[in-house]
């Protein structure tokens, strides 16, 4: 299931946001210049539409110890995807790709036609999977000098 976050979420996104990204092999260094990016606020609720993808044992997805775990969050804010996180144990599963369909249809329902995302090198494979087109290159804001591709996905022709 996806719902939309809460404040109240705000602590366990941002330790899925870290844990994800740190799942790629960056070192302490690197994930320490990053963690204010990977930091979700209730400000950041007010600014853009964030959707948390949770267990549900109707999607496969069986909830662990009766209560259900999160399993990965997106964030929208007018025409950018600022946040896609899936939790490591979750990758692979579908979750991605359900939070992407739910990103491009908040995008749609805002008229928006194509949402941009700056995305990890590790997770470009993923957006090209899923019909993201590479359209150039952006600088990081955390880490100077580094470039990340910059995607564009055609939301009108996505379900």
Same mark, same amino acid.
């Given at each position: ?8 979420? &705000? !602590? ?14 960056? $070192? ?5 210049? &990053? ?12 600014? /853009?539409? #964030?959707? +948390?993808?949770?267990?549900? !044992? ?10 259900? /775990? ?5 964030? +929208?804010?007018?025409?950018?995807? $600022?946040?896609?996180? #899936? ?7 579908? =979750? ?5 369909? $739910?990103? &491009? ?7 928006? !036609? ?5 995305? $990890? ?13 590479? =359209?150039?290159? /952006? ?15 055609? +939301?009108?022709?996505?379900?």
């Amino acid at each position: 299931m996806i719902r939309d976050a809460t404040p109240s979420d &705000c !602590e366990e996104l941002s330790a899925l946001a870290f844990a994800s990204k740190a799942s790629w092999g960056y $070192d302490e260094g690197f994930m320490e210049a &990053c963690r204010a990016e990977l930091t979700i606020s209730p400000e950041d609720l007010r600014n /853009a539409r #964030v959707r +948390v993808a949770y267990e549900d !044992e109707m999607l496969g997805f069986p909830a662990m110890l009766g209560f259900p /775990a999160m399993l990965g969050f997106h964030g +929208v804010r007018g025409d950018e995807l $600022d946040w896609l996180f #899936v939790a490591p144990a979750s990758m692979g599963r579908g =979750v991605g790709r359900a939070l992407l369909l $739910d990103a &491009c249809a908040i995008a749609r329902a805002n008229g928006v !036609e194509a949402l941009r995302v700056e995305a $990890d090198p590790f997770a470009a494979e993923f957006y090209e999977h899923v019909g993201a087109h590479r =359209v150039g290159e /952006a600088e990081s804001s955390s880490i100077a000098g580094r470039v990340l591709p910059l995607y564009a996905i055609d +939301v009108t022709s996505v379900p």
